[in-house]
C-alpha cells in the first residue's frame, strides 16, 4: 500500500494513481460536491470514479479517440472529473472549457478554444451539447455519470501510457491575451503535484475544500488533482456560489474542517468586504493551514485585513501561504514553509520603476510593499534574466522571471513560433538548458521571489515605467466607495500624449449616488502624491463588472478596448481634458 506519506510518489500517471486508490482503497471518499455550496449533493469513492472513468473511456476507446483531442464541456461537478478521467482511461488528449452559459466572454472564449484545439470529440450534457450545434464534432452525452456506475457499457482495456506525451490542453486564462493551449503531460503533472504535496506537507488526513473553476489551472492542478495524488478528501463547489455569497467558502472550511484551501487575492477582498458578521457566529477556520494566496499580485494589506477580520473565529496570520505559478508550468513554481510567517519588503518605488533595482524604502513617501512568494525547489531552476539580453541578474535587480525543470509544459498546441520563443529561451550563461519566459517581472532576494509586474502591463509615461498595480492600489486607499482590488490602470491615446485613467468598482452601498467630483478629486490628490503622475480620467462601475480572466485576474487591455468603444458599463466618470478618444 501506499504509505501515509508517500502521496503518488514512484507512479508515472494519474490513471497509476486512480486505479491504485480504487484497488486499495475503493470505499474511501474522494470527492463531494456541495449543491450551492451547502449541501452535499452527490460524492465519488475511489472506487465509484474509477468505474465511471471506465464507462467513459470505454465509449471513447469504441470511437477510437486514443490521441485525440476531446471537448469536455461541463459545469463544476463530479461528471467533469469523471468525464476528464475517462479521457486519460482511453489515452485521449482532454480540453476543459468553461461551457457558454452566459454572453460575452465565456462564449468567445470557448469559441477561441474551439478554433485552436480542433477537437474531434465532445464530452458534455443536453444543455450545454446545444453550443456545439452545427460543429463537426462528435458529440457524446454523458449526463449524470454517477448514474451509469455499475451499468453495462462498452468494454475497456487499459492504454499502454506513455508518461511524457501530451494528455491534456490546459487553456491559459488569456490576461493578455488570446487563451493559449498548454500541452501538459502526466509527467509534467505528477512532478507538479509532488512539488505541491512536499509544500504544503499534506498527508491522507489532510481536507481540501475549493470554489475554483475546475478547468483552470489552480482549480484543476491544485485543488482536484492533488487531493487524488496525496488520497485525502476534496470538498468543493460551484464559483458562482462563492461569488454570489464568499460566506459559503468559510462555512465549507469551518464544517468539513478544511487543512487546506485559498484563490486569487480577490477573493479574500470578498471576504473581508462582503461578508457581515452575523453569519460568522458558529465560524471556526482554526484547522486552516494553508490558505495560499496567488494567481494575481498578493498584496500583504488584503492579507492583514483577512487575518484581522477572521481572527476571532479562529484563523492563523501564518495559515497565508503566499506563492507564484503559471499554466505554462503547470502550476506551482514557488512556494514557502508551512505554516512560516510570510515575508514582506517595503521597496522605494522610484528605484523600481527608473533603475529596476529592489532597494529599502526612503522617507520620501515613494514606497511599494511586496510579498515574498516562496523558493523554487532543487528540481527546477528560477532564474531572473533581462528581457532583451539573456543576462542573469544579481539578486536584488528586476528582470523577467524564467523557470527550468519537470514541470514546463512541451509547448502551445500548434504554435511553433510562439512555443519556440516562450519556452525554449537561453540563459547566457547557461545556453544548453531551455527555459520558459514567463512575461512577468521580478527579484530573488535570499533565493525568495518577489513578483513586481507582467511585462506587458508596465505603463511607459513620460519615459518612465510604472507598475498599475502600483497605482490601482494608490487610488483604491484613497477613497472609502472605491472596491479593494477593483481597478485597473490604462493609458488612452491624448492629444499630445497618452493619458493615465483609471476604472474602478464602487462598493455596493455606493453604486447608487456616488460623489463623482469627491472621489476623483481624492484618488488625482493621492496618485499625484505617491506617483507624481496626473489622473486625466475616472470611470466608476458596478461591482463585478470589471473584466476579468477565468482565475479572477484584471484583463487591462480588454479594460481598455471597452473603455475607447463606449462599451464600458459606466456608472458615472471624471474626465479632464476632453472625452475619451478611440485608439
Known amino acids: 500500500m501506499l504509505s501515509h506519506t508517500s502521496g503518488g ?14 484497488q486499495e482503497t475503493p470505499n474511501r471518499r474522494a470527492f463531494v460536491w456541495l449543491q450551492n455550496g451547502r449541501d452535499a449533493a452527490s460524492e465519488f469513492t475511489y472506487g465509484e470514479l474509477d468505474r465511471a472513468a471506465q464507462h467513459v473511456a470505454g465509449r471513447l476507446q469504441s470511437l477510437d479517440a486514443a490521441g485525440e483531442r476531446v471537448l469536455l464541456l461541463y459545469p463544476p461537478g463530479l461528471d467533469f ?14 480540453v476543459p472549457a468553461l461551457p457558454a452559459a452566459r454572453p460575452g466572454q465565456s462564449r468567445e472564449r470557448l469559441e477561441g478554444i474551439l478554433a485552436d484545439a480542433d477537437p474531434r470529440f465532445a464530452l458534455t450534457t443536453d444543455a450545454d451539447g446545444a453550443a456545439l450545434v452545427g460543429s463537426s464534432l462528435h458529440v457524446t452525452v454523458m449526463q449524470d455519470l454517477k448514474s451509469v456506475v455499475g451499468r453495462s457499457a462498452e468494454p475497456w482495456t487499459a492504454p499502454s501510457i506513455d508518461p511524457n506525451a501530451t494528455c491534456m490542453l490546459q487553456y491559459t486564462s488569456g490576461s493578455t491575451g488570446t487563451p493559449n493551449g498548454v500541452m501538459l503531460s502526466h509527467a509534467n503533472i505528477m512532478h507538479n503535484e509532488a512539488m505541491i504535496c512536499e509544500r504544503f506537507e499534506h498527508t491522507p488526513d489532510s481536507v481540501v475544500v475549493s470554489w475554483l473553476p475546475v478547468y483552470h489551472d489552480m482549480g484543476l492542478i491544485g485543488m482536484l488533482f492533488q487531493p487524488l495524488y496525496v488520497g485525502n478528501l476534496c470538498i468543493f463547489m460551484s464559483p458562482v456560489t462563492f461569488m454570489q455569497r464568499p460566506i459559503r467558502w468559510l462555512q465549507a472550511i469551518s464544517r468539513y474542517r478544511a487543512t487546506t484551501s485559498g484563490g486569487p487575492n480577490f ?12 453569519d460568522c457566529a458558529e465560524l471556526d477556520l482554526s484547522s486552516l493551514e494553508i490558505a495560499y494566496s496567488g494567481a494575481e499580485p498578493v498584496r500583504a494589506d488584503t492579507m492583514r485585513r483577512f487575518s484581522e477580520r477572521f481572527a476571532p473565529y479562529g484563523f492563523r496570520p501564518e495559515a497565508f501561504y503566499p506563492c507564484y505559478g503559471l499554466a505554462e508550468a503547470t502550476l506551482l513554481v514557488t512556494g514557502g514553509k508551512k505554516l512560516s510567517p510570510w515575508r514582506v519588503r517595503t521597496m522605494d518605488a522610484l528605484t523600481l520603476e527608473s533603475d529596476h533595482r529592489a532597494v529599502a524604502a526612503r522617507d520620501d ?12 525547489p532543487a528540481s527546477q531552476s528560477v532564474r531572473i534574466v533581462h528581457p532583451e539580453t539573456g543576462e542573469e541578474l544579481a539578486e536584488g535587480h528586476v528582470g523577467e522571471i524564467w523557470v527550468a525543470g519537470p514541470c514546463v509544459a512541451g509547448g502551445y498546441w500548434k504554435r511553433e513560433d510562439e512555443s519556440r520563443a516562450t519556452f525554449q529561451a537561453r540563459v547566457q550563461s547557461d545556453p544548453e538548458t531551455p527555459f520558459l519566459r514567463t512575461g512577468d517581472l521580478g527579484f530573488l532576494d535570499s533565493m525568495e521571489l518577489y513578483v513586481t509586474g507582467r511585462i506587458k502591463d508596465v505603463l511607459i509615461i513620460r519615459g518612465r515605467n510604472h507598475y498599475p498595480q502600483d497605482i490601482e492600489t494608490t487610488a483604491e486607499n484613497s477613497h472609502p466607495a472605491l472596491l479593494p482590488a477593483g481597478s485597473v490602470a490604462v493609458l488612452v491615446p491624448g492629444a499630445d500624449a497618452e493619458r493615465l485613467v483609471l476604472v474602478h468598482e464602487l462598493r455596493r452601498q455606493y453604486v447608487a449616488a456616488p460623489d463623482t467630483v469627491e472621489i476623483a ?19 466608476l462601475i458596478k461591482p463585478g463588472t470589471l473584466p476579468r480572466t477565468t482565475s479572477g485576474k484584471v484583463r487591462r487591455r480588454e479594460c481598455r478596448r471597452l473603455l475607447l468603444s463606449s462599451a464600458m458599463p459606466v456608472i458615472a466618470e471624471n474626465v479632464l481634458g476632453g472625452p475619451l478618444s478611440p485608439a
Do not use: N, P, W
Open 365 to 376: 513617501g515613494h514606497h511599494r510593499t511586496l510579498v515574498g512568494c516562496g523558493t523554487s
Open 9 to 22: 510518489y514512484g507512479m508515472r500517471s494519474l490513471v497509476e494513481v486512480l486505479r491504485r486508490r480504487a
Open 81 to 94: 472529473i469523471a468525464a476528464l478521467f475517462g479521457c486519460f482511461y482511453a489515452g485521449a488528449v482532454a
Open 267 to 278: 477573493a479574500y477582498e470578498m471576504c473581508v468586504d462582503r461578508i457581515k458578521t452575523d
Open 521 to 539: 478629486a481624492a484618488v488625482r490628490r493621492q496618485v499625484a502624491r505617491e506617483h507624481g503622475l496626473q489622473v486625466a480620467g475616472l470611470v
